[in-house]
């Protein structure tokens, strides 16, 4: 799986991509991530990428021709590619809800590229190069880098070899629609603050394994 990201900052994501699961991922080459600065297919002098709208508003937007260009410079990499197989995503906060069944079914793609955008958002025209909208939730960010994050390990984690243990995918939050995780404990047995007790849950304990599936069962959270 490739992901490619549009930014104008692409060395702002570094940091998250050198720890954890997606820097294991990357080392495996379960998956590849690229990004590529906007700036880079600008023309004048000052390589701007925004301007201000038609119209007049407030703030800035950002410029069509040079998303095209990148568009078009990172299309030619994946030409080979099924049609099916690749999507261009521009992150929005009046995009698509991304979810755990997105997620998924983004996960059997093989190339994604990212439009992150910046400012008040992007030159309407930029919706007849792209493939969806999507957003993370119901609030503004000030720009996309953080949600192309957000999806691309939200995705990586579905895939093959990217989690030490593949059943942590089948049983955790939203594996299930509307279902959460049951109650988990670890060591120790008893946790003492002041003169209260925290206690696992005897059942936990039993190595009984059917009842404490359906104890599991039984306290899954329903979410809504």
């Not at 994050?149 to 990586?156: E, F, H, L, N, P």
């Not at 299930?176 to 936990?204: A, C, D, M, S």
Request: charged residues 30%; proline residues 4%; contains cysteine.
């Amino acid at each position: 799986m490739k992901f490619n990201i549009i930014t104008i900052f692409p060395k702002l994501l570094d940091s998250y991509l050198e720890e954890g699961i997606l820097s294991r991922a990357l080392a495996k080459k379960v998956i590849k991530i690229k990004t590529h600065d906007l700036r880079k297919w600008t023309k004048d002098k000052h390589r701007t990428v925004d301007d201000t709208p038609y119209g007049g508003g407030a703030g800035m937007l950002m410029k069509i021709e040079p998303l095209y260009k990148a568009l078009q410079h990172i299309k030619k990499s994946s030409q080979k590619i099924e049609k099916k197989k690749k999507k261009i995503i521009l992150l929005s906060a009046s995009g698509k809800k991304w979810n755990q069944a997105l997620a998924q079914k983004y996960s059997t793609l093989e190339d994604i590229v990212f439009i992150c955008g910046r400012y008040e958002g992007v030159d309407w025209r930029i919706k007849e190069f792209i493939d969806e909208e999507v957003s993370i939730g119901d609030y503004v960010l000030t720009g996309g880098e953080l949600a192309a994050m957000v999806i691309i390990d939200s995705i990586t984690r579905l895939l093959p070899g990217s989690l030490g243990n593949e059943n942590s995918v089948a049983e955790e939050s939203h594996s299930k629609k509307n279902v959460g995780e049951y109650p988990q404990y670890t060591r120790p047995e008893e946790f003492k603050v002041g003169q209260k007790k925290y206690k696992v849950p005897p059942i936990l304990l039993s190595g009984d394994h059917e009842r404490i599936k359906e104890w599991r069962r039984k306290n899954q959270k329903i979410i809504k």
